[in-house]
Protein backbone atom coordinates (compact mmCIF):
# COMPACT_ATOMS: atom_id res chain seq x y z
CA UNK A 1 0.00 0.00 0.00
CA UNK A 2 1.43 3.47 -1.60
CA UNK A 3 1.97 6.03 1.70
CA UNK A 4 -0.11 8.20 0.07
CA UNK A 5 -2.96 6.00 0.94
CA UNK A 6 -1.57 5.24 4.60
CA UNK A 7 -1.64 9.09 4.98
CA UNK A 8 -5.09 9.37 3.97
CA UNK A 9 -6.39 6.62 5.94
CA UNK A 10 -4.72 8.35 8.95
CA UNK A 11 -6.24 11.18 8.10
CA UNK A 12 -10.08 9.94 7.83
CA UNK A 13 -9.49 8.26 10.71
CA UNK A 14 -8.71 11.25 12.91
CA UNK A 15 -11.52 13.69 11.48
CA UNK A 16 -14.15 10.30 11.97
CA UNK A 17 -13.20 10.40 15.92
CA UNK A 18 -13.22 14.09 16.18
CA UNK A 19 -16.64 14.53 14.98
CA UNK A 20 -18.41 14.89 17.85
CA UNK A 21 -16.42 17.56 18.47
CA UNK A 22 -17.46 19.25 14.78
CA UNK A 23 -20.79 21.51 14.75
CA UNK A 24 -23.01 20.25 11.96
CA UNK A 25 -22.20 23.75 10.57
CA UNK A 26 -18.21 23.34 11.12
CA UNK A 27 -18.10 20.78 8.37
CA UNK A 28 -18.01 22.34 5.03
CA UNK A 29 -17.22 25.62 3.70
CA UNK A 30 -18.31 27.26 0.67
CA UNK A 31 -15.20 28.30 -2.11
CA UNK A 32 -15.88 30.43 -4.75
CA UNK A 33 -19.93 29.31 -4.68
CA UNK A 34 -18.84 25.40 -4.57
CA UNK A 35 -19.21 23.19 -0.93
CA UNK A 36 -16.02 21.30 0.18
CA UNK A 37 -15.54 19.08 3.74
CA UNK A 38 -13.00 21.02 6.10
CA UNK A 39 -11.86 17.36 7.07
CA UNK A 40 -10.14 17.06 4.20
CA UNK A 41 -9.40 20.45 2.64
CA UNK A 42 -9.62 24.09 3.01
CA UNK A 43 -9.72 27.46 1.30
CA UNK A 44 -5.64 28.41 1.72
CA UNK A 45 -5.41 24.93 0.17
CA UNK A 46 -7.40 25.43 -3.15
CA UNK A 47 -5.92 28.66 -3.59
CA UNK A 48 -2.34 26.65 -3.50
CA UNK A 49 -3.83 24.39 -5.72
CA UNK A 50 -3.21 26.59 -8.96
CA UNK A 51 0.85 26.44 -8.11
CA UNK A 52 0.73 22.63 -9.07
CA UNK A 53 3.03 22.00 -11.74
CA UNK A 54 1.76 19.20 -14.14
CA UNK A 55 3.87 17.08 -16.01
CA UNK A 56 3.00 15.93 -19.68
CA UNK A 57 3.37 12.04 -18.28
CA UNK A 58 1.37 12.81 -15.41
CA UNK A 59 -1.91 10.39 -15.27
CA UNK A 60 -4.99 12.38 -14.22
CA UNK A 61 -8.25 10.94 -13.46
CA UNK A 62 -11.23 13.00 -12.80
CA UNK A 63 -14.73 12.34 -11.53
CA UNK A 64 -17.34 13.61 -9.55
CA UNK A 65 -17.77 12.23 -5.94
CA UNK A 66 -19.33 8.58 -6.00
CA UNK A 67 -18.60 7.93 -9.95
CA UNK A 68 -16.65 5.27 -9.06
CA UNK A 69 -13.18 7.11 -8.83
CA UNK A 70 -11.97 4.83 -6.09
CA UNK A 71 -12.42 1.55 -8.44
CA UNK A 72 -11.03 3.67 -11.39
CA UNK A 73 -7.74 4.90 -9.31
CA UNK A 74 -7.09 1.39 -8.10
CA UNK A 75 -7.88 -0.17 -11.56
CA UNK A 76 -5.44 2.60 -13.27
CA UNK A 77 -2.34 2.30 -10.48
CA UNK A 78 -2.58 -1.35 -11.41
CA UNK A 79 -2.63 -1.00 -14.81
CA UNK A 80 -0.16 1.37 -14.66
CA UNK A 81 2.38 -1.02 -12.07
CA UNK A 82 1.97 -3.64 -14.30
CA UNK A 83 2.80 -1.74 -17.37
CA UNK A 84 5.74 0.01 -16.09
CA UNK A 85 7.86 -3.46 -15.28
CA UNK A 86 9.27 -1.86 -12.33
CA UNK A 87 11.82 -3.57 -10.10
CA UNK A 88 11.48 -4.16 -6.39
CA UNK A 89 13.76 -1.79 -5.65
CA UNK A 90 11.96 1.46 -8.31
CA UNK A 91 8.81 0.02 -6.03
CA UNK A 92 9.97 1.07 -2.39
CA UNK A 93 11.75 4.20 -3.45
CA UNK A 94 8.36 5.24 -5.17
CA UNK A 95 6.76 4.16 -1.45
CA UNK A 96 9.39 6.01 0.32
CA UNK A 97 9.21 8.74 -1.56
CA UNK A 98 5.36 9.67 -0.76
CA UNK A 99 5.87 8.64 2.76
CA UNK A 100 8.43 11.50 2.93
CA UNK A 101 6.45 13.93 1.13
CA UNK A 102 3.07 13.15 2.96
CA UNK A 103 0.99 13.27 -0.24
CA UNK A 104 -2.61 12.56 -0.37
CA UNK A 105 -5.01 10.60 -3.24
CA UNK A 106 -6.51 13.73 -4.26
CA UNK A 107 -5.23 16.72 -5.96
CA UNK A 108 -7.53 19.06 -3.79
CA UNK A 109 -6.78 17.17 -0.29
CA UNK A 110 -4.26 18.17 2.19
CA UNK A 111 -2.09 21.50 3.44
CA UNK A 112 -1.48 24.32 0.90
CA UNK A 113 1.99 22.77 1.01
CA UNK A 114 1.41 19.67 -0.33
CA UNK A 115 2.11 21.11 -4.23
CA UNK A 116 5.45 22.16 -3.61
CA UNK A 117 6.16 18.47 -2.31
CA UNK A 118 4.71 16.77 -5.11
CA UNK A 119 7.56 18.43 -7.12
CA UNK A 120 9.75 15.67 -5.47
CA UNK A 121 7.14 12.39 -6.55
CA UNK A 122 9.23 10.74 -9.62
CA UNK A 123 7.03 10.21 -12.62
CA UNK A 124 4.74 8.70 -13.24
CA UNK A 125 2.56 9.93 -11.07
CA UNK A 126 -1.16 8.73 -10.71
CA UNK A 127 -3.35 11.79 -10.06
CA UNK A 128 -7.22 12.08 -8.74
CA UNK A 129 -9.77 15.13 -8.25
CA UNK A 130 -13.41 15.26 -7.79
CA UNK A 131 -12.49 18.97 -9.70
CA UNK A 132 -14.29 20.66 -12.47
CA UNK A 133 -12.21 22.11 -15.27
CA UNK A 134 -12.30 25.87 -14.21
CA UNK A 135 -10.89 25.02 -11.08
CA UNK A 136 -8.27 22.69 -12.10
CA UNK A 137 -4.97 24.21 -12.54
CA UNK A 138 -3.61 25.73 -15.79
CA UNK A 139 -0.81 23.78 -16.01
CA UNK A 140 -2.44 20.95 -16.07
CA UNK A 141 -3.77 22.22 -19.84
CA UNK A 142 -1.00 23.89 -20.29
CA UNK A 143 1.65 20.85 -20.57
CA UNK A 144 -1.11 18.80 -22.08
CA UNK A 145 -1.40 15.72 -19.45
CA UNK A 146 -3.45 13.37 -20.60
CA UNK A 147 -6.95 13.06 -18.27
CA UNK A 148 -9.22 10.23 -17.91
CA UNK A 149 -12.61 11.14 -17.12
CA UNK A 150 -15.09 9.20 -15.34
CA UNK A 151 -18.43 9.34 -15.91
CA UNK A 152 -21.88 7.79 -13.86
CA UNK A 153 -25.36 7.86 -14.75
CA UNK A 154 -26.48 11.04 -12.82
CA UNK A 155 -29.31 8.90 -10.60
CA UNK A 156 -27.24 6.37 -9.57
CA UNK A 157 -24.94 8.91 -8.82
CA UNK A 158 -27.35 11.06 -6.91
CA UNK A 159 -28.43 8.30 -4.70
CA UNK A 160 -24.87 6.56 -3.93
CA UNK A 161 -23.79 10.28 -2.80
CA UNK A 162 -26.89 10.19 -0.36
CA UNK A 163 -25.86 6.86 1.04
CA UNK A 164 -22.64 8.54 1.24
CA UNK A 165 -23.43 11.82 2.85
CA UNK A 166 -25.68 9.71 5.89
CA UNK A 167 -22.98 7.26 6.28
CA UNK A 168 -19.91 10.14 6.71
CA UNK A 169 -19.86 11.88 9.75
CA UNK A 170 -17.69 14.35 8.81
CA UNK A 171 -20.43 15.49 6.29
CA UNK A 172 -23.87 16.61 7.41
CA UNK A 173 -26.31 14.00 7.04
CA UNK A 174 -30.00 14.84 5.48
CA UNK A 175 -33.42 13.60 7.43
CA UNK A 176 -34.99 12.51 3.97
CA UNK A 177 -34.73 11.30 0.35
CA UNK A 178 -36.31 14.38 -0.55
CA UNK A 179 -34.49 16.62 1.24
CA UNK A 180 -31.15 15.55 0.36
CA UNK A 181 -32.78 15.52 -3.67
CA UNK A 182 -33.14 19.02 -3.65
CA UNK A 183 -30.06 19.81 -2.00
CA UNK A 184 -28.67 17.42 -4.92
CA UNK A 185 -30.62 19.00 -7.88
CA UNK A 186 -29.67 22.51 -7.09
CA UNK A 187 -25.86 21.54 -6.53
CA UNK A 188 -25.90 22.47 -2.64
CA UNK A 189 -23.79 19.08 -1.75
CA UNK A 190 -19.68 18.79 -1.55
CA UNK A 191 -18.40 19.39 -4.69
CA UNK A 192 -20.95 21.60 -6.72
CA UNK A 193 -23.94 20.49 -9.03
CA UNK A 194 -22.95 17.05 -11.10
CA UNK A 195 -24.80 18.77 -14.07
CA UNK A 196 -22.67 22.14 -14.19
CA UNK A 197 -19.80 19.55 -13.96
CA UNK A 198 -20.46 17.44 -16.58
CA UNK A 199 -21.77 20.59 -19.01
CA UNK A 200 -17.91 21.64 -18.07
CA UNK A 201 -16.67 18.80 -18.98
CA UNK A 202 -18.75 18.33 -22.61
CA UNK A 203 -16.55 21.15 -23.26
CA UNK A 204 -13.74 19.14 -24.06
CA UNK A 205 -15.24 15.99 -25.85
CA UNK A 206 -13.05 16.36 -29.25
CA UNK A 207 -9.73 16.88 -27.75
CA UNK A 208 -7.16 14.34 -28.28
CA UNK A 209 -5.67 14.57 -24.57
CA UNK A 210 -8.90 13.44 -22.99
CA UNK A 211 -10.92 10.31 -22.89
CA UNK A 212 -14.42 9.51 -21.13
CA UNK A 213 -15.62 6.28 -19.98
CA UNK A 214 -18.19 5.28 -18.22
CA UNK A 215 -18.74 3.46 -15.14
CA UNK A 216 -21.40 1.46 -16.69
CA UNK A 217 -18.80 0.42 -19.35
CA UNK A 218 -16.37 -0.81 -16.87
CA UNK A 219 -18.82 -2.46 -15.04
CA UNK A 220 -20.00 -4.44 -18.20
CA UNK A 221 -16.35 -5.35 -19.54
CA UNK A 222 -13.74 -4.43 -17.83
CA UNK A 223 -10.93 -6.36 -20.09
CA UNK A 224 -12.41 -4.29 -23.00
CA UNK A 225 -12.45 -0.80 -20.64
CA UNK A 226 -8.95 -1.13 -19.14
CA UNK A 227 -7.53 -2.08 -22.42
CA UNK A 228 -8.72 1.53 -23.79
CA UNK A 229 -7.42 2.82 -20.70
CA UNK A 230 -3.95 1.13 -21.30
CA UNK A 231 -3.69 2.17 -25.30
CA UNK A 232 -4.89 5.69 -23.77
CA UNK A 233 -2.34 5.91 -21.25
CA UNK A 234 0.62 3.80 -23.23
CA UNK A 235 0.42 1.36 -20.82
CA UNK A 236 2.27 -2.26 -21.63
CA UNK A 237 0.26 -5.37 -20.79
CA UNK A 238 0.07 -8.62 -21.33
CA UNK A 239 -3.18 -10.53 -21.57
CA UNK A 240 -2.26 -12.47 -18.39
CA UNK A 241 -2.25 -8.76 -16.89
CA UNK A 242 -5.70 -7.65 -17.39
CA UNK A 243 -7.32 -10.70 -16.31
CA UNK A 244 -5.29 -10.70 -12.96
CA UNK A 245 -6.32 -6.68 -12.27
CA UNK A 246 -9.82 -7.69 -12.79
CA UNK A 247 -10.02 -10.19 -10.20
CA UNK A 248 -8.04 -7.79 -8.00
CA UNK A 249 -10.39 -5.03 -8.30
CA UNK A 250 -13.55 -6.79 -8.73
CA UNK A 251 -16.12 -4.58 -6.33
CA UNK A 252 -16.50 -7.91 -4.31
CA UNK A 253 -12.20 -7.66 -3.34
CA UNK A 254 -12.03 -4.10 -3.18
CA UNK A 255 -14.83 -4.26 -0.48
CA UNK A 256 -13.13 -7.21 1.23
CA UNK A 257 -9.52 -5.58 1.55
CA UNK A 258 -11.30 -2.15 2.14
CA UNK A 259 -10.34 -1.44 5.75
CA UNK A 260 -6.71 -2.12 5.06
CA UNK A 261 -6.62 0.41 1.67
CA UNK A 262 -9.36 2.70 3.39
CA UNK A 263 -9.61 2.30 7.11
CA UNK A 264 -12.70 3.01 9.14
CA UNK A 265 -13.56 4.61 5.49
CA UNK A 266 -13.67 1.39 3.63
CA UNK A 267 -16.97 0.63 5.42
CA UNK A 268 -18.55 3.85 4.34
CA UNK A 269 -17.09 3.79 0.75
CA UNK A 270 -17.52 0.45 -0.84
CA UNK A 271 -22.03 -0.17 -0.33
CA UNK A 272 -23.70 -1.87 -3.50
CA UNK A 273 -21.50 -0.71 -6.54
CA UNK A 274 -24.40 -1.89 -8.87
CA UNK A 275 -26.11 -0.35 -12.04
CA UNK A 276 -29.84 0.92 -11.85
CA UNK A 277 -30.23 1.18 -8.18
CA UNK A 278 -31.85 4.34 -8.36
CA UNK A 279 -35.15 2.70 -8.79
CA UNK A 280 -35.14 2.05 -5.20
CA UNK A 281 -35.85 5.78 -4.07
CA UNK A 282 -37.37 7.91 -7.28
CA UNK A 283 -40.00 8.95 -7.26
CA UNK A 284 -42.12 9.19 -10.22
CA UNK A 285 -42.03 13.20 -9.90
CA UNK A 286 -38.40 13.09 -9.01
CA UNK A 287 -37.60 10.97 -12.02
CA UNK A 288 -39.70 13.71 -14.29
CA UNK A 289 -37.75 16.50 -12.73
CA UNK A 290 -34.07 15.00 -13.50
CA UNK A 291 -35.37 14.40 -16.54
CA UNK A 292 -36.14 17.59 -17.57
CA UNK A 293 -32.97 18.69 -15.74
CA UNK A 294 -30.74 16.42 -17.61
CA UNK A 295 -32.21 17.12 -20.95
CA UNK A 296 -32.07 21.21 -20.28
CA UNK A 297 -28.34 20.61 -19.42
CA UNK A 298 -27.12 17.92 -21.78
CA UNK A 299 -30.06 17.22 -23.86
CA UNK A 300 -28.00 16.11 -27.84
CA UNK A 301 -24.85 16.57 -26.67
CA UNK A 302 -22.08 14.24 -27.24
CA UNK A 303 -21.23 13.85 -23.53
CA UNK A 304 -24.93 12.66 -22.85
CA UNK A 305 -24.72 10.25 -26.10
CA UNK A 306 -21.39 9.07 -24.29
CA UNK A 307 -23.19 8.28 -20.90
CA UNK A 308 -25.96 6.55 -22.63
CA UNK A 309 -28.63 7.90 -20.36
CA UNK A 310 -31.42 6.83 -22.30
CA UNK A 311 -30.09 3.34 -21.75
CA UNK A 312 -29.25 3.81 -18.02
CA UNK A 313 -31.69 6.03 -16.36
CA UNK A 314 -35.05 4.65 -18.31
CA UNK A 315 -38.03 4.65 -16.02
Given at each position: ???N?????????????Q?????????????????????????????????????S?????V??????????????????????????????????????????P????????I????????????????????????????????I????????????????F??????????????????????????????F???????????????????????????V???????????????????H????????????????????????????????????????????E??ER??E????????????????Y???
Open positions: MSRRERFIETVNNSLLTEKLASKGMLFSYRGILYPTSVTSPETLEALQSFEARDDVILGYPKTGTNWLEEIVRELESAGGKYTEEEMRENINAEKKLDTFRLEFGDPGYERMKELPSRRVITTHLPPHLLPRSIFQNKAKLLLLRNPKDTAVSYYHYNNMPVLPSFASWDEYFADFMNGKVTWGSYDHLVEWNKYMDNEKIMMINYEELKEDQLGMKKIAAFFGFSLCEEDFTIVKNTSFQAMKEKSKETHGMFGDILFRKGVVGNWRNLFSKAQNEMKFECLGGTKLAAKMKYNVCKA
